[in-house]
């Protein structure tokens, strides 16, 4: 375990020498803050996790030799107790420990429990989405943090060089004409909808400003790492089915959400309907589909079909070339809101937002007609810079992180 440690150290040190990212995510602050023992990251491949540890890391305030970054996909650990090695590096001195891709350690639910009830140190940890549900003790024991994608937002930090403030939904429709003044005044491009077309189709995942040639490639390898690597060993799904949750992407990709009917889905990817919900589950869980269900099904009193979307824009050029631009809107809007707010889709309307909040989702057009006379209604915009009363443009949805 010794010469284990000795091998982990001179790794930490030469990821740690690597050139980072200067701009860090709006939750670096609240999880470098954090007081809790062990602390995880959780979400899709690709979406910045091991950059922000690492920022992280290297920001706190302690001697180099008590401090340790590790990735459990790196071949040195393989069959290697986890609880072991971080025993043996407190036994030496170690105080903080970074452990990257935790979900490729054996039994590892287990092994982090065994570390929070008998070990003194300070754990960060990241792993797949899927984790987080996985086991209810994750929720209950250690501080979770969910990092979605890149909010529109956040791109327009990095390709602007400005500083932007994020809102909550109230206050984003209370006051959507002024915040659209506040953040046309900083932009140094002025054409907000030439930035929000670029957004749609690249700059969702972080490692677009790396390499921007080859971002449509690293998508498409971040989507196999997914199904192969990440589903393939949580929950032993055999490579022959890979083939088949590769296939459910493709058919959600080209098809309009309401056109998915689970006979209908099932028949066309080739399996039976009990498999079919456990394969969109799986999807959901690894963050490539949004599952949206009916409103209705809120009392169970409806029976209705579900929307399935795909997680981001960015994911259409890597699956499909051709998609509806109503299908390309209504994913934007689910992909900015899901992951803080509750979503459902309606007879009258496109959305129920937390319950309260419905939205139709169209082109500069679009009319009231459909969502006259219902409370707390609104029309979420294309094609539009600035909204007025309830119409409200749609990439101002990116601004809700």
């Not at 062990?38 to 401090?67: C, H, N």
């Amino acid at each position: 375990m010794q010469n284990i440690l000795k091998n982990a150290k001179r790794l930490s040190l030469l990821k740690q020498n690597q050139t980072m990212p200067k701009y860090k995510r709006y939750l670096f602050q609240e999880v470098f803050d954090s007081q809790s023992k062990i602390i995880g990251v959780y979400g899709s491949r690709g979406v910045g996790k091991t950059t922000m540890l690492l920022q992280i890391l290297g920001a706190f305030k302690l001697e180099a030799s008590k401090k340790l970054y590790i990735s459990c996909d790196h071949p040195i650990f393989k069959g290697v107790s986890l609880f072991d090695f971080v025993d043996e590096f407190v036994k030496r001195g170690g105080e903080f420990i970074v452990i990257d891709e935790i979900h490729e350690a054996e039994d590892f639910q287990a092994q982090l429990k065994s570390i929070y009830d008998f070990l003194e140190v300070k754990i960060l940890f990241s792993g797949s989405s899927a984790i987080e549900i996985t086991n209810p003790d994750f929720a209950r024991r250690y501080s979770m943090y969910r990092m979605p994608i890149f909010s529109f937002r956040e791109y327009l930090e990095i390709t602007q060089g400005v500083a932007l403030k994020a809102y909550n939904l109230e206050s984003l429709l209370e006051n959507h004409e002024n915040i659209v003044y506040d953040v046309m005044a900083q932009l140094v491009d002025k054409k907000i909808l030439k930035l929000y077309d670029e957004f749609i189709d690249v700059g969702v995942y972080p490692f677009y400003f790396e390499d921007k040639l080859k971002y449509v490639d690293r998508i498409n390898e971040t989507i196999n790492t997914v199904l192969h690597k990440d589903l393939g060993r949580l929950f032993n799904i055999q490579a022959d089915k890979i083939d088949t949750l590769k296939k459910l992407l493709l058919t959600v990709c080209v098809s309009e959400p309401l056109e998915l009917s689970i006979d209908k889905l099932a028949t066309t990817v080739g399996i039976s309907k009990m498999t079919l919900y456990k394969y969109i589950d799986y999807l959901g869980k690894a963050e490539l589909i949004n599952h949206i269900s009916h409103e209705a099904k809120r009392f169970k009193s409806i029976r209705k079909s579900d929307k399935l979307y795909l997680a981001n824009t960015n994911l259409f050029s890597a699956l499909c070339m051709n998609s509806a631009i109503g299908t390309v809107r209504e994913t934007y809007f689910v992909s900015m809101l899901q992951s803080s707010h509750s979503l459902h889709y309606v007879d009258r309307g496109d959305f129920l937002v937390n319950e309260k909040f419905t939205f139709e989702v169209g082109g500069k057009n679009k009319t009231f007609k459909q969502i006259k006379d219902i409370p707390h209604s609104y029309l979420a915009l294309d094609d539009i810079e600035i909204g007025m009363e309830g119409k409200v443009p749609l990439w101002l949805f990116g601004f809700l992180y």
